[in-house]
């Protein structure tokens, strides 16, 4: 079973992980990628800004650095031995669910019913509850219509290649086994 972090837990840590970086590269200066300081006492948890994010932290004490404080985050930390029962941190998923519990409850499944659209405009939403189109979408009476006769899509010619080949009509064709050069443009 995993240990649960907690003030008075003994940890260890990846060098790289533990802050502040200035401390941590005055005492280790060549240290590995899975090198680890062990035997650091948990003392609280903390939000501290890292990689420019307050993020949640663990603070730590350690022997090596007396009056020092040293933090990591949580995720960087593995627990060697737990503290009290009574001093242990909440599991941050516990938070999150706590957090998640206040969203904002909508009276229903908003299926366009005419219940939901009157409980939605008494919940202060503006509803637009009509099936005719925007005012700015309706053609005005006696403005006439534009009947353009373009469509979209492509017959299989390129205009610009044919602009190009009206231009320099020797372009477009190599000399070699009269093969043509399809490239366009």
Avoid at 78 to 83: F, I, L, T
Avoid at 89 to 109: C, G, I, L, R, W
Avoid at 161 to 183: Q, S, Y
Wanted: proline share 6%; hydrophobic share 30%.
């Amino acid at each position: 079973m995993a240990k649960i972090l907690g003030i008075g837990a003994t940890c260890s840590v990846g060098v790289k992980g533990l802050h502040p970086r200035r401390l941590l590269d005055g005492a280790y200066p060549t240290c590995t990628p899975k090198q680890r300081l062990s035997g650091l006492l948990s003392m609280r948890r903390d939000n501290r800004k890292l990689n420019g994010r307050s993020q949640s932290c663990v603070v730590f004490r350690h022997d090596d650095f007396p009056n020092q404080e040293l933090y990591c985050q949580e995720g960087w930390c593995r627990v060697d031995r737990e503290g009290p029962i009574d001093a242990l941190f909440e599991s941050a998923k516990e938070d999150q669910v706590a957090h998640d519990e206040m969203e904002v409850q909508f009276p229903s499944e908003a299926t366009g019913r005419t219940e939901d659209i009157v409980l939605m405009r008494a919940a202060g939403f503006d509803v637009d509850d009509d099936n005719d189109p925007d005012p700015e979408n309706v053609p005005v009476e006696g403005e006439p219509i534009d009947d353009d006769p373009r469509s979209w899509g492509w017959n299989g010619i390129c205009y610009r290649r044919i602009k190009r080949l009206e231009e320099h009509p020797m372009n477009g064709f190599l000399d070699v086994e009269g093969h043509t050069n399809w490239e366009c443009c």
